[in-house]
């Protein structure tokens, strides 16, 4: 999933405990591993989540059930993102966790020659090269299988 910075940041410092999203289609279901992509200035897949309460349906009853929680970590910016979607999804964020080095998009390039960061986010499977070469050697790392 590609996060801006400040964004990707407040995750990982706990502060920010819900990520919208528009909806693109594919389904993002409780228990899932979301990988975090930190796109801008930074371009470097730096860690994950565990997705936990999955809210999804028209984006102004996304906010309003998102905002019903104590510290959503979620501003104005949050809402600008999702308005005007036909649907949009808040993901909790679960158990963030850096990993021991960011990998760049230059080095994942070097590994996957061509490698594109996706606009939103993409599933992930196992037998994905960038899963394969890059996340389960990461994950091994903190102790995540």
Do not use: C
């Not at 992509?37 to 730096?46: D, E, P, Q, T």
């Not at 600008?80 to 994942?108: C, H, Q």
């Amino acid at each position: 999933m590609s996060i801006r910075p400040q964004f990707a940041f407040q995750i990982f410092r706990g502060v920010k405990k819900f990520e919208l999203r528009r909806w693109i289609g594919v389904p993002i279901e409780e228990g899932s591993i979301v990988v975090v992509y930190v796109s801008g200035n930074v371009r470097a897949i730096m860690g994950e989540f565990k997705v936990g309460k999955v809210i999804s349906g028209r984006p102004e009853d996304v906010w309003r059930e998102v905002i019903r929680h104590p510290s959503p970590g979620i501003d104005h910016d949050d809402w600008a993102y999702i308005r005007g979607a036909n649907k949009a999804l808040a993901l909790e964020v679960v158990n963030a966790v850096l990993y021991p080095r960011k990998v760049t998009l230059e080095e994942l390039r070097r590994v996957i020659p061509g490698w594109m960061p996706p606009l939103s986010y993409k599933v992930l499977r196992e037998g994905d090269p960038v899963y394969e070469l890059i996340i389960r050697p990461l994950r091994r790392l903190i102790g995540r299988s």
